[in-house]
């Protein structure tokens, strides 16, 4: 055959394999139609495929077009008998005309076989290991090109990811008969349980813990957000028609079935055929029988499909995470880009919309991402609980900002609760009851109660100074991001903003915001806070914040990566958009410019040259700016901490960013829970370089204030205080009880305690004497 016509063949004949996938349920029939397919496209009489049994030696013939159908799943042959045989062990294609001369020839007679004149067997391999054998076989003599044995190597290669991913499937059947013989086993005895032992409450109770984010009592209706999946809805089941949602999941499936051929085929020819196969594996999936059988029975049992399919799909991919095989243990990764795939056909592109729980609920989320939270309707969340997620997460320090109680790393929280199901959020002890007793909801509504009498007694504090008891002043400023936190702010007492984390609106909307939107922004936060000073901060994305409309790169590494100044920076146009609005918005009020993550003087100088550039842009077109706005930096890098002393040369005042800055000292990710024993506000490392940092400012005459999350444990403010600082920037609900803890306190004490655990070398240690002097603090020492 010609060169280019066996190279055709190669890729027609992968297309026609994928739609092939389509029209078969099994791994038996998917094998058939392939054997009559490449027998007819290679123009061979007979096409076989053999496939390993479980003992890795015997081949088994598993399809055939051309020998008899007797013989399918019965003749065998070890690894190295027979030609077929051969192959396999050799590992390579073996070709040869005439075959019954050679000495390994083997003669079944079960086959039918004829006499044929040339053999062709391509052996199949799975990562390393040998799984199976493709054989062609003609009647007339005929020597295979390399052409042809190439395609039918890679035709060879698309099996191989069909037979893996078909047992894979089957894998999981048998882990979920086996997990359902288990739990049929589990409910028997409970059964034979609750006979027995009938008690006078019998509703079903179920409690979860996590870590308190931020702390609160609060009960109502669970409203589930599934962003893993690009689910960017909050999946309303009210009134689910079952009938409609079965066809948009038909609908929707089908489509994804032809996206999914038309990646294929772009991939192989873009990239490679051993690239585009893993896109079999998501066919196969798509055509599972008791996939689609399990997302309809959910859709009968009344909900919507992108439920169902949320749901489904979970499954799976826990399933896959728990196999001991790593590359199986990959295959989650498919699954989950399969589910968002599909739903991404059920509920079209969503990204952009605002979100809107229909009355008030608790968010229940495996991760909520700053722009979640930017985008929903932050009045109606009573509560929220993540699966993952850590305490410092953009998202969770913004649901501190608006006081929301919050539970994070909740394992299992998708898995148990459901749409609707009655919570109860303890994110003071970090439990959550699903659906509770009502002897148990009777009593935390006891508990809310008291809740909001002590939020009514830390009302008093809102205008009075924060103060130590013998009188030293310590400011008090909110973090804010959105507008709405403004409000938050001005009711919890704070003096002004301390942290403006612009990156928030942006992210709440569909595209970067004009300077003129920014400057109507701004001023309209530095208007309401009266003549109250307010640091704005410049844009802050990537790590854990993206924005909707401006893709980041995909990173290793995104923490350590293209990140804050460094994307402004490298975006100079918007840069000095977002300066100008926030020079013009001084005119308004008391603003500060502070930028964030800065690591070197040469960065910060190139902002200030920015910072030059949007001055005179201003006067050129002739509008209104502040010429007093003090300039900031975060210390947020360790580099920037030993250049404090220099940095003070260029700026006026230094912002410590906690949240950061501990991340980046003891290398741990602020958001992964598996480290978050190693992130550690206490550790001595870190107490060090906030004093240095602290101390070189304020020797250098320059203001100095902490504005990451650590300021609002009392026993840490207490050092920072007695290491010298006097400002500081915390999410505002938390003001109250710090201002009412400061009144407890004196100077002498904080100094005293500092002294003491400078001379400690563990957290551990750090963390056991604080404790104590807090217990004696509470007691009115
Ligand atoms: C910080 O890093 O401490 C900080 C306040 O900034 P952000 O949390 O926004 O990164
Ligand atoms: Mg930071």
């Not at 029988?289 to 909900?303: D, Y």
């Not at 920037?729 to 005293?752: Q, T």
């Amino acid at each position: 055959m010609p060169r280019q016509a066996t190279h055709q063949i190669g890729i027609t004949t992968l297309e026609d394999i994928s739609a092939l996938i389509l029209q078969s349920h099994d791994l038996d029939e998917t094998l058939r139609n392939i054997v009559t397919l490449v027998a007819k496209r290679m123009r061979s009489d007979v096409c076989s495929i053999y496939l390993l049994d479980a003992d890795n030696e015997t081949l088994r013939l598993q399809a055939s077009k051309g020998l008899s159908r007797k013989a399918v799943g019965k003749v065998t042959l070890r690894i190295g008998e027979g030609l077929t045989g051969m192959a396999a062990q050799k590992r390579h294609a073996i070709a040869i005309e005439e075959p019954q001369e050679h000495p390994s020839y083997r003669y079944f007679k079960e086959t039918g076989e004829e006499r044929f004149h040339s053999f062709l067997g391509i052996p199949l391999f799975d990562r390393d290991n040998p799984l199976g054998v493709i054989v062609l076989q003609t009647k007339t003599p005929r020597q295979f090109s390399k052409e042809e044995i190439s395609a039918l190597s890679t035709i060879a290669f698309q099996i191989t990811s069909i037979v893996v991913n078909a047992r894979l499937l089957d894998s999981i059947r048998q882990h979920e008969e086996e997990s359902q013989r288990v739990s049929q086993a589990l409910a028997q005895a409970q059964q034979t349980l609750t006979d027995t032992e009938k008690t006078t409450e019998t509703s079903p109770q179920h409690v979860l813990t996590g870590h308190v984010a931020y702390p609160g009592v609060a009960i109502g209706p669970a409203a589930i957000l599934e962003e893993r999946l690009g689910f960017s809805d909050i999946l309303h089941e009210e009134e689910v028609d079952i009938d409609a949602e079965l066809k948009n999941l038909e609908s929707a499936l089908e489509k994804t079935c032809i996206q999914t051929i038309f990646l294929e085929k772009r991939v192989a020819e873009r990239l490679s055929e051993s690239d585009a196969a893993i896109f079999h594996t998501h066919l196969m999936i798509l055509e599972d029988r008791s996939f689609i059988r399990k997302l309809q029975t959910e859709i009968s049992n009344g909900h919507c499909a992108a439920y169902a399919l949320e749901k489904i799909v979970a499954d799976y991919i826990e399933v896959f995470r728990k196999m001991e095989d790593p590359y199986l243990r990959e295959r989650a990764t498919d699954m989950e880009d399969i589910g968002r795939r599909i739903l991404a056909n059920l509920v079209g592109d969503t990204s952009g919309h605002t979100l809107h729980l229909k009355h008030p609920g608790i968010l229940v989320a495996r991760q909520i991402l700053p722009s979640d939270m930017a985008t929903l309707d932050n009045e109606q969340i009573l509560a929220i609980i993540t699966e993952a997620g850590e305490k410092n997460a953009h998202a969770v320090i913004m649901a501190k900002s608006m006081g929301i109680p919050s539970i994070v790393a909740v394992n299992g929280a998708l898995k148990h609760i459901a749409p609707e199901d009655n919570l109860i959020v303890d994110a003071n002890t970090g439990r959550i009851y699903i659906n509770p007793l009502d002897s148990v909801k009777d009593e935390y509504q006891r508990l809310q109660l008291d809740q909001t009498r002590e939020l009514c007694r830390l009302e008093e504090y809102r205008d009075q100074p924060a103060m130590t008891s013998d009188g030293e002043r310590i400011i008090l400023r909110a973090n804010i991001g959105l507008i709405s936190d403004i409000n938050v702010a001005m009711r919890f007492g704070a003096e002004g903003v301390g942290l403006y984390r612009t990156e928030f609106p942006y992210m709440a909307r569909g595209d970067f915001p004009g300077r003129n939107d920014q400057y109507e922004l701004y001023s309209r936060v530095v208007r309401e806070f009266n003549g109250q000073p307010v640091t704005i901060r410049t844009l802050d994305i990537g790590g854990d914040k993206a924005l909707p409309y401006f893709s980041l790169p995909k990173e290793d590494n995104p923490f350590m990566g293209w990140r804050s100044v460094r994307v402004s920076l490298d975006n100079r146009d918007i840069f000095r958009t977002q300066i100008e609005a926030i020079l013009m918005a001084g005119c308004h009020g008391p603003v500060k410019l502070l930028f964030p993550m800065i690591s070197s003087l040469d960065e910060i100088r190139a902002c200030l040259d920015v910072v030059e550039e949007a001055r005179k842009n201003l006067q050129k077109e002739g509008v209104n700016y502040s010429d007093k706005v003090p300039v900031g930096v975060m210390i947020e890098v360790p580099a920037a901490v030993r250049l404090v002393p220099k940095l003070a040369n260029e700026v006026d005042f230094f912002a410590l960013g906690t949240n950061d800055l501990v991340q980046y000292l003891l290398a741990a990710d602020r958001n992964n829970p598996l480290v978050s024993k190693y992130y550690d506000p206490l550790h001595p490392a870190v107490l060090q370089v906030l004093y240095e940092v602290t101390d070189a400012a304020i020797s250098k005459g320059k203001g100095v204030s902490l504005c990451g999350e650590m300021a609002t444990d009392p026993a840490t403010l207490l050092l920072l205080i007695g290491m010298g600082l006097r400002e500081f920037s915390m999410p505002a609900p938390f003001i109250p009880r710090i201002k009412a803890f400061l009144k407890g306190v004196s100077m002498e004490m904080a100094c005293r305690h500092y002294t003491e655990i400078h001379r400690m070398d563990s957290s551990t240690q750090i963390r056991g004497y604080l404790d104590k002097v807090l217990s004696e603090i509470e007691m009115g020492d």
